[in-house]
Every structure is written in structure tokens, then in C-alpha cells.
């Protein structure tokens, strides 16, 4: 190869990858980007979360798939998840409703349910896993509110409610309702404290 070559490949490259980088700030809002600097001390500039945050990655396929999964192309959906999966190990099934500024840190073992529905801001942490219990149909996976943080391997199983503002902590169990405001500590999942 030759240096006009290499060069036109590297520019190449660079000009691609802009495109790419500028797309994804465009399709998730500079607010998201920002959200995930606030919460992370770790977060040093946009490129870094792009690049190497697997929580931000699989939210960006989880969003391609589940746009198919809502034309019912599920199978399609479904697929991707899977891929995902194997390749970042975080599972996000493509029914699962995510607002805004999710972001999940560290994310990996991270399983969410196909009928979860989660609010804005919410921050979980590796291992957490948003799941059901049994074998009932319907609404069967958590609603998880506004500003929530559930910490690394907490557990939240069923078809309750974790309110606006709670806190679980890290390992903690939790099979009832949380009302807003509240932290949760323990493998029993006991309330500790509503502020």
C-alpha cells in the first residue's frame, strides 16, 4: 500500500466513525450523554461512553430491536437480543419498555423481563436481574419508577412496583411493592427507611 493509500483509508475511517459518533448523539439527545456523565465519576467524555460502556451498547441495540419487536417483526427482535446477549452478556427482552436516561453501569448479568416497564433516570448495576416468578401470564415482570438506582445483583421479581426515587441496595431481594422514596437492603428485601 501506498502512503496516499493508508492515508485515504485512515481519513476514511475517521469520517465514518464521525458520522456514526454524531448519529448516536443525535438519536439518543445530548441529555442522555450528559445524564450518564452525572452519574458515573468515571465518565471522562462521550467518545468513552460510546465506546466502551456495555450498558450504553446493548440500550442502543435494544432500541433497534425493539422497534421491530412493536411492528411484530418479534422473531427478528428476538434475534438481536440474543446476539447481544451472547456477545455483551446483558439481556434486554425487545417487550420490555425503557424510558429515558436508563443506564445501566458495569451491566454485565444484567437480565430485564419482557413486561417490565422502567422510568426515567434509572441507574442499575451488574447483576441485577428485573425478572417474574412462576408461571403466570400477562403483566408478570416489575414497574420501576422514576429515579430509581438498584444496585449490583439485587433481585426484583414479579409484577410490583418500585417507586419514584427508592434505592435497592446491592444483593437485596425484593418480591413486594416499595413505596417512593424508600431504600431496601437485605436478602428479605425489608424496608429500611422512607425519607
Known amino acids: ?16 466513525f464521525n458520522i ?15 445524564s450518564i456523565k452525572e452519574r458515573d465519576p468515571a465518565a471522562r467524555h462521550y467518545l468513552q461512553i460510546i465506546l466502551t460502556y456495555p450498558g450504553v451498547h446493548a ?4 432500541r433497534i430491536a425493539h422497534f421491530f419487536f412493536k411492528i411484530h417483526f418479534k422473531l427478528l427482535a428476538e434475534i438481536i437480543t440474543y446476539l447481544v ?32 416497564i422502567i422510568g426515567d433516570n434509572v441507574t442499575i448495576y ?5 425478572g417474574g416468578h412462576g408461571t403466570e401470564r400477562g403483566k408478570r415482570h416489575p414497574t420501576v419508577g422514576n ?8 433481585t426484583v421479581l414479579g409484577n410490583i412496583v418500585i417507586g419514584n426515587n427508592a434505592k435497592i441496595g446491592a444483593n ?16 428479605k428485601g425489608t424496608i429500611r427507611d422512607v425519607f
Open 59 to 62: 440500550l442502543i441495540w435494544y
Open 85 to 116: 446477549r451472547c456477545h455483551i452478556n446483558i439481556e434486554i427482552h425487545p417487550g420490555a419498555k425503557i424510558g429515558k436516561h436508563f443506564f445501566i453501569d458495569h451491566g454485565t448479568g444484567v437480565v430485564i423481563g419482557e413486561t417490565s
Open 126 to 130: 451488574h447483576g441485577v436481574t428485573l
Open 20 to 34: 456514526v459518533f454524531f448519529f448516536l448523539i443525535w438519536l439518543f439527545g445530548r441529555s442522555y450523554w450528559k
Open 1 to 16: 500500500m501506498t502512503t496516499l493509500e493508508i492515508t485515504l483509508i485512515v481519513i476514511g475511517s475517521v469520517v465514518g
Open 147 to 154: 429515579n430509581v438506582m438498584i444496585g449490583a445483583g439485587a
Open 172 to 187: 437485596a431481594t425484593v418480591l413486594n411493592d416499595v413505596p417512593e422514596n424508600a431504600t431496601v437492603i437485605g436478602v
